[in-house]
T-cell receptor, first 115, second 115 residues
Framework: GQQVMQIPQYQHVQEGEDFTTYCNSS?????IQWYKQRPGGHPVFLIQ?????EVKKQKRLTFQFGEAKKNSSLHITATQTTDVGTYFCAGLTTLTYNQGGKLIFGQGTELSVKP | DTAVSQTPKYLVTQMGNDKSIKCEQNLGHDTMYWYKQDSKKFLKIMFS???????INETVPNRFSPKSPDKAHLNLHINSLELGDSAVYFC??????????????FGNGTRLTVT
């Protein structure tokens, strides 16, 4: 079946270091969404990318969507302790008639930041 | 104002029991979901309802039965609970099913522990 693979599973960084998580899909995606889940919390939508090669920025976060719309990345510059949490990518499969697409989540990358 | 609310927050029960989780959203969305998050934080879709119609049923055991009395509510009933059912269950909603510009809004989750 369709899968979205996300790596790494865990990342431990020193505060101030950069962080990147990568997503790869086995099929072309309609869009890619990113969510953040704080410890003990629920996933919260961050952003979505729709166009091939799209790059979006939110302060220290940079999101990219690959040219083939099969991969994506999230890069955090100069991490802070507030960045702690699990980051999920979620790919929307190609829309099908009358049903819409299906959102498939990656396994998530758990980020810990040492002050 | 809680957008997607689910109850209870915690549920501890014994094997073989039947339990229900309730979910309500006040966002005016027409699509609601149940996701299961296991101990490794993997988010797996279980069901999706669009305008009270079951759209997605992801190979979930028959012991799980969702019910959507109206667009704003989606409940999950679980019969004959098993140890492997222990997880966090998230309700979510979106406007439209699998639409490109429609992210998910998650509830706070229900942590189910089966002993």
């Amino acid at each position: 079946g369709q899968q979205v693979m996300q790596i790494p599973q865990y990342q431990h960084v020193q505060e101030g270091e950069d962080f990147t998580t990568y997503c790869n899909s086995s099929t072309t995606l309609s869009n890619i969404q990113w969510y953040k889940q704080r410890p003990g919390g629920h996933p919260v939508f961050l952003i979505q990318l729709v166009k091939s090669g799209e790059v979006k920025k939110q302060k220290r976060l940079t999101f990219q969507f690959g040219e083939a719309k099969k991969n994506s990345s999230l890069h955090i510059t100069a991490t802070q302790t507030t960045d702690v949490g699990t980051y999920f990518c979620a790919g929307l499969t190609t829309l099908t008639y009358n049903q819409g697409g299906k959102l498939i989540f990656g396994q998530g990358t758990e980020l810990s930041v040492k002050p | 104002d809680t957008a997607v609310s689910q109850t209870p927050k915690y549920l501890v029960t014994q094997m073989g029991n039947d339990k229900s989780i309730k979910c309500e959203q006040n966002l005016g969305h027409d699509t609601m979901y149940w996701y299961k998050q296991d101990s490794k934080k993997f988010l797996k879709i279980m069901f999706s309802y669009n305008n009270k119609e079951l759209i997605i049923n992801e190979t979930v055991p028959n012991r799980f039965s969702p019910k959507s009395p109206d667009k704003a509510h989606l409940n999950l009933h679980i019969n004959s609970l098993e140890l492997g059912d222990s997880a966090v269950y998230f309700c979510a909603s979106s406007q439209g099913l699998g639409r490109v510009y429609s992210p998910l809004h998650f509830g706070n989750g229900t942590r189910l522990t089966v002993t």
